[in-house]
């Protein structure tokens, strides 16, 4: 039975996504990253930053090539941690796909909401050193900002004199889907377009000594079986850095400029269930998946892909497929399930962050992508492995849960192609 949503009806603001922009270990732009995601490369390595190779954690995903003085003004990286610079840098290919300037004649059209788990670490933990090792003295007064969760947010904000409403998720890896819902509402309440995403830059040596009293981090020195969601050799997930912003607008302002539609975000739900197990993730992530089927008004049959949390940790793989059982009842064992994730890492916020990326594209593809590195699934999931699949693909479902108890669940739309 189809559903409606109230809400969503009586508002008549629907929110599309116009403009993408990713920065991800596996590739810098969207072109690079969804030709390597396609072909399922994985690119997990040995952690090689400074300050963390004698550390515990021995493989991660890192952003290679990145340069941040070619992509971010010097007046802006003196002040900002490298988590920001990826949400600069990333907002900025979004902006341009979407081909979305600012218009001083409505300095409040456009707002910004971004995602973080950990904030700026590497620059705290910089300016901590010098507080210690010199004096008060020596601490510059950007450390005020530039650890905090709501740094990204501020700098996007100012950079691109974005007046409009404003905000931050200072949330596990959930947050990256719970933007989009903040952003949807944002919209509906009258805001044209909304800036919205999630970065990490977790791999700094306070950041991953900070990792490592998760037990669901994975230690495994080999970067093809580190990271192995829904296997009998599930031994806990490798983070990784980078992330994807977005540009979501109301469409009948995207379609007034000419914007390119990309697809349309239909419904978003969120639950909470603690930390006491993952086994309680299942009713959690259940609900939210129906939440969110309903704000879309569909069916669990009309879902075509999914994209899993895929935490692996064997009790919460089970629990992710049993929730997808529970939400999608028989459609749950015909559905594609990927987790391209496992070939680049999981990038704690900004992790459903670049699933959103990923669903998208599939999307506009048709082409669901493979799970790097994973051969024999021990849960009744058709997860695609191997090769890319093409299918007719119009809706996907994007799942997180976060180490603190969050979940979440996503649906996008793919736009008719007399709609774009």
Not at 65 to 85: C, I, K, M, N, S
Request: proline share 6%.
């Amino acid at each position: 039975m189809k559903r409606t949503s109230p809400d969503r009806s009586t508002a008549g603001r629907q929110t599309v996504v116009t403009g993408l922009g990713v920065i991800a270990p596996n590739g810098v732009g969207t072109d690079a990253f969804w030709k390597a995601v396609q072909q399922g490369v994985s690119v997990l390595g040995p952690v090689t930053r400074e300050g963390c190779t004698e550390l515990p954690l021995r493989v991660a995903g890192e952003v290679a090539g990145f340069d941040p003085a070619l992509l971010v003004e010097g007046r802006y990286l003196v002040q900002t941690d490298r988590f920001t610079h990826f949400a600069m840098a990333a907002a900025d290919l979004a902006l341009s796909d979407a081909q979305l300037e600012h218009d001083p004649r409505s300095p409040f059209a456009i707002g910004v909401v971004t995602a973080a788990g950990s904030g700026g670490g590497e620059f705290g933990q910089g300016e901590l050193q010098q507080l210690w090792g010199q004096g008060p003295n020596f601490v510059g007064p950007y450390q005020s900002i530039a650890w905090f969760y709501a740094a990204s947010t501020g700098q996007i904000s100012i950079r691109g004199g974005f007046q409009g409403p404003c905000g931050v998720l200072a949330n596990d890896e959930a947050g990256g889907l719970d933007a989009f819902g903040h952003a949807c509402r944002t919209i509906r309440r009258g805001t044209d377009a909304v800036v919205v995403g999630a970065t990490e830059a977790p791999l700094a040596p306070y950041s991953v000594v900070c990792q490592l009293g998760y037990p669901e981090l994975s230690l495994a020195g080999d970067p093809h079986r580190a990271y192995l969601p829904f296997t009998d050799d599930a031994c806990g997930f490798s983070p990784a850095e980078g992330g994807a912003m977005f540009v979501v607008e109301e469409e009948a302002a995207a379609r007034r400029r000419g914007a390119p539609v990309r697809a349309v975000v239909a419904g978003h739900a969120a639950t909470f269930t603690g930390t006491a197990g993952w086994e309680h993730s299942r009713p959690g992530l259940a609900r939210a998946i129906q939440g969110a089927l309903d704000e879309a008004g569909c069916s669990a049959e009309d879902i075509d892909v999914v994209f899993a949390d895929a935490l692996g940790v064997p009790a919460a793989d089970q629990a992710e497929a049993l929730a997808i059982a529970d939400a999608l009842g028989p459609h749950a064992a015909n559905v594609p399930v990927t987790a391209p994730k496992t070939g680049f890492g999981r990038a704690y916020s900004a992790a459903s962050a670049l699933d959103v990326a990923t669903a998208v594209l599939a999307l506009e593809h048709g082409v669901v992508p493979p799970t790097p590195n994973i051969t024999e699934v021990r849960h009744d999931l058709d997860l695609v492995t191997g090769e890319a699949r093409a299918a007719d693909l119009r809706t996907a479902l994007v799942l997180s849960r976060g180490l603190m108890g969050c979940n979440s669940a996503l649906v996008l739309r793919r736009v008719p192609d007399d709609r774009r």
